[in-house]
């Protein structure tokens, strides 16, 4: 069977980069369940934190993740909608390629996925939610001292952004997203739990008439090192309004 992934990186996908197969234990990138390492992670967002002149722990901690997700959640997102596969995104089952300052730049699969077992939502998307976005999340709220929200609210940020940008996918069905957009609106999860991934985003009216802007639910915290401030969706109130930004930041 032909690899069937690079495909995906088209239309609102183009320019990310592709996932690549782990071919053997000779393979580049570090172990994904090293990221739940305290050490790990620490001398990570050690070196992450060079390239922000070694700002606020906190701050540093969410940049990271903004950067790791965004590579998770477009490849996650786009075989599980597009293609209805479900990829061996487990912490335990994945490498993750990093540049020199521990920044991900890309992902290293054990396989190319299989068939999904349910299409049901939220149980097809519980590979990289459970098994990796919660335990990812709790190591770097336990190392940083940033809120969990924080962490769940930046995932939640790229979810919604690549459900809605997969919509215009060459490959999409109609109603490709539909699943992952019900999962954004379900406050609770199929078992009681409250639902992290809730409403990540709003689209407010906007006074110049260009459209509804699109709006966090929570603020990302990069304002924290004073060389970044807002994003162009940040939801804070006292922030400096910024030209309006219809993708994720």
Not at 14 to 22: C, D, I, K, Q, S
Not at 209 to 218: C, I, K
Request: glycine share 10%; with cysteine; aromatic share 8%.
């Amino acid at each position: 069977m032909p690899y069937v992934l690079p495909q995906l990186y088209v239309g609102p996908l183009e320019g990310l980069t592709p996932a690549r197969l782990w071919h053997d234990e000779t393979t580049d990138g570090a172990m994904g369940a090293s990221l739940l390492d305290p050490f790990y992670l620490d001398e990570l967002l050690t070196r992450f934190g060079r390239r922000h002149g070694h700002g606020d722990r906190r701050a540093v901690a969410s940049l990271w993740s903004k950067w790791h997700f965004s590579s998770v959640l477009a490849t996650g997102l786009a075989a599980n909608l597009v293609l209805e596969r479900d990829l061996p995104l487990g912490l335990d089952s994945l490498r993750v390629a990093q540049d020199r300052y521990g920044q991900t730049t890309g992902l290293l699969l054990r396989h190319e996925g299989r068939p999904l077992d349910t299409r049901e939502s939220p149980r097809r998307f519980a590979t990289f939610i459970d098994g990796h976005l919660t335990p990812l999340i709790e190591a770097l709220a336990n190392l940083s001292g940033a809120s969990p929200k924080v962490f769940w609210s930046n995932a939640g940020n790229y979810f919604e952004h690549f459900a809605r940008a997969l919509a215009h996918h060459p490959l999409a069905l109609p109603e490709v997203n539909a699943p992952a957009l019900a999962l954004l609106e379900d406050a609770t999860l199929p078992d009681g739990r409250r639902n992290p991934l809730y409403r990540p985003v709003r689209y407010l009216p906007d006074g110049d008439g260009d459209g509804p802007q699109r709006v966090r639910r929570l603020c990302c915290i990069r304002y924290l090192i004073g060389e970044h401030g807002y994003c162009g969706n940040c939801p804070l109130t006292c922030r400096t309004r910024e030209p309006k930004h219809g993708a994720a930041s």
